[in-house]
């Protein structure tokens, strides 16, 4: 209230789609109003806007944290890396038919539960596809189970196998979060503001063929690898500060780097997860 209460002021934020509508009611109601358009600093309330797949993971990524107003929201991108990983730990393909089957009856039972039921639907396919690749059913490896002719047979992963791409399939994740950001991060602010992320997919693929080469005689990582490497790392020390001061920025680089400690433990917590399925 202002002017001795004699005023009143309202400020309040609506979608753009509503835009139309509002301006319609207030010239109706004789009301002087002001129009902006939201920025940043106004920490505006966040609305999501996604289709019908990615709309379904929207609680599980507001149980973590809703983008700001003006960031990106990660949800569509997240959706189906959920999906999978979730049908990667159940690890087993009787299990997310279980998952699949109730959850489509329950959809006809219990209506206002609809959203959160398909979101089961689609975590029980995950688990089906994802365990296809070990044909484990209830426990048991198909290929032991059943007469498949030894072509079918060769097509399962072994337990080693299913490790591995464990691994590497944490590892795309990482690098397809850093691509995403550093895409996002250069549309919004400049090619400079990307170039940090884009160093550290460098720096992960290179790690990962290096310690493959290791592992397996047939895989060699070529020499200029290791120079575009070289160059992954200079994009760490010297873009990951958006301070003008060059000592500032590679301080920042020198820190920075401690990121591989969270690789890491990507690598483990995946790697824990297969260990303990299989």
Same mark, same amino acid.
């Given at each position: 209230?202002?002017?001795?209460?004699?005023?009143?002021?309202?400020?309040?934020?609506?979608?753009?789609?509503?835009?139309?509508?509002?301006?319609?009611?207030?010239?109706?109601?004789?009301?002087?109003?002001?129009?902006?358009?939201?920025?940043?600093?106004?920490?505006?309330?966040?609305?999501?806007?996604?289709?019908?797949?990615?709309?379904?993971?929207?609680?599980? /990524?507001?149980?973590?944290?809703?983008?700001?107003?003006?960031?990106?929201?990660?949800?569509?991108?997240?959706?189906?890396?959920?999906?999978?990983?979730?049908?990667?730990?159940?690890?087993?393909?009787?299990?997310?038919?279980?998952?699949?089957?109730?959850?489509?009856?329950?959809?006809? =039972?219990?209506?206002?539960?609809?959203?959160?039921?398909?979101?089961?639907?689609?975590?029980?396919?995950?688990?089906?596809?994802?365990?296809?690749?070990?044909?484990?059913?209830? /426990?048991?490896?198909? =290929?032991?189970?059943?007469?498949?002719?030894?072509?079918?047979?060769?097509?399962?992963?072994?337990?080693?196998?299913?490790?591995?791409?464990?691994?590497?399939?944490?590892?795309?994740?990482?690098?397809?979060?850093?691509?995403?950001?550093?895409?996002?991060?250069?549309? =919004?602010?400049?090619?400079?503001?990307?170039?940090?992320?884009?160093?550290?997919?460098?720096?992960?693929?290179?790690?990962?063929? =290096?310690?493959?080469?290791?592992?397996?005689?047939?895989?060699?990582?070529? /020499?200029?690898?290791?120079?575009?490497?070289?160059?992954?790392?200079?994009?760490?020390?010297?873009?990951?500060?958006?301070?003008?001061?060059?000592?500032?920025?590679?301080?920042?680089?020198?820190?920075?780097?401690?990121?591989?400690?969270?690789?890491?433990?990507?690598?483990?917590?995946?790697?824990?997860?297969?260990?303990?399925?299989?």
């Amino acid at each position: 209230k202002e002017a001795e209460g004699n005023l009143v002021i309202m400020t309040g934020f609506a979608p753009v789609e509503n835009r139309d509508t509002i301006t319609d009611m207030l010239s109706d109601e004789g009301v002087f109003y002001i129009m902006e358009e939201a920025v940043k600093e106004d920490d505006p309330p966040v609305k999501l806007n996604n289709g019908f797949f990615s709309r379904l993971y929207e609680p599980i /990524g507001e149980l973590y944290m809703l983008p700001k107003y003006g960031e990106l929201d990660l949800t569509p991108y997240f959706a189906p890396f959920y999906m999978l990983f979730f049908g990667l730990c159940l690890g087993d393909i009787g299990y997310g038919l279980v998952l699949l089957i109730v959850s489509t009856i329950a959809k006809y =039972k219990l209506p206002k539960f609809k959203g959160y039921l398909t979101l089961i639907q689609f975590l029980g396919l995950g688990a089906v596809l994802m365990a296809t690749l070990s044909g484990v059913f209830f /426990g048991t490896s198909l =290929k032991e189970v059943l007469p498949l002719p030894d072509s079918i047979k060769g097509l399962f992963f072994s337990d080693l196998k299913m490790f591995w791409f464990s691994i590497l399939f944490g590892l795309f994740q990482i690098v397809f979060a850093r691509i995403l950001n550093a895409i996002y991060m250069i549309s =919004k602010k400049g090619w400079q503001f990307g170039m940090s992320n884009i160093g550290w997919s460098i720096l992960i693929i290179w790690a990962t063929l =290096k310690y493959a080469s290791t592992m397996n005689d047939d895989i060699t990582v070529p /020499g200029y690898l290791n120079y575009i490497a070289m160059a992954g790392a200079a994009m760490i020390l010297f873009f990951s500060s958006e301070s003008k001061n060059i000592f500032a920025r590679v301080g920042s680089g020198v820190v920075s780097f401690w990121d591989v400690t969270s690789i890491r433990s990507e690598e483990r917590r995946v790697g824990k997860e297969c260990r303990s399925r299989w």
